[in-house]
């Protein structure tokens, strides 16, 4: 079965940094697009930053140039490395990754979701 589990939220300050990970794990074939979203409370979910298989990346305009999408393929692994957090930064944040399987019928692709991380900005 496989599973994506987030890990690194957490608490912080203002202007404080705090990096998130992913990891994929099961039997699977292939990992494609990768993303990070969070949720503040109230609020529908919303894309923070997405990388390709191949690395392109792709952020969300009230992130660009503070948080850093990255993978480790061999690691199964999607990272987020976030700097100048503020207050607005705080939220629920969830990994997401389609993920190539093995089927009785064929290789098939399915989004699969992580668990959350919370990240808390304060002080």
């Known amino acids: 079965q496989v599973r994506l589990v987030e890990s690194g939220g957490g608490l912080v300050q203002p202007g404080g940094s705090l990096s998130l990970s992913c990891a994929a794990s099961?039997?699977?074939?292939?990992?494609?697009?990768m993303a990070w979203y969070l949720q503040a409370p109230g609020k529908e979910r919303e894309l923070v930053a997405i990388?390709?298989?191949?690395?392109?990346?792709n952020y969300g305009d009230s992130v660009k140039g503070r948080f850093t999408i990255s993978r480790d393929h061999a690691k199964s692994t999607m990272y987020l490395q976030m700097s100048s957090l503020q207050p607005e930064d705080a939220a629920v944040y969830y990994c997401s990754a389609f993920i190539v399987t093995q089927e009785a019928s064929g290789p098939a692709m399915k989004e699969y979701w992580g668990q959350g991380t919370q990240v808390t900005v304060t002080g």
């Open positions: 990388i390709s298989r191949d690395g392109t990346t």
């Open positions: 099961g039997s699977f074939l292939q990992i494609n697009d």
